[in-house]
């Protein structure tokens, strides 16, 4: 059986980490355990993505739905001329 690489988030496109991410959930009948996909991510973290996340209090760092939030707060870009 052969496994995909995992994907090293370093703070750049994190839409499509986070969808990485939840696929591997799914694939392996996780997506319902948050502890379990948090623990994921953060062995695909490098870089300043990891230095970011091991800042972070223990709750974030443990929990999917938290994780996602702070991942989707620190590393989507601004929008250009947003009104």
Known sequence: MSTARPV???GN???G???SIRRQAFQSD???DDQWIANYAATCLGGD???WFSSLEP???GNWKIL????LERFTP???GVV
Do not use: G
């Open 68 to 71: 996602e939030e702070k991942l």
């Open 30 to 32: 996780k997506l319902e």
């Open 13 to 15: 496109d994190v839409e």
């Open 8 to 10: 090293i988030f370093r």
């Open 78 to 80: 601004p929008t250009e």
């Open 49 to 51: 993505a990891l230095k």
């Open 17 to 19: 980490f986070i969808k």
């Open 59 to 61: 709750e974030a760092r």
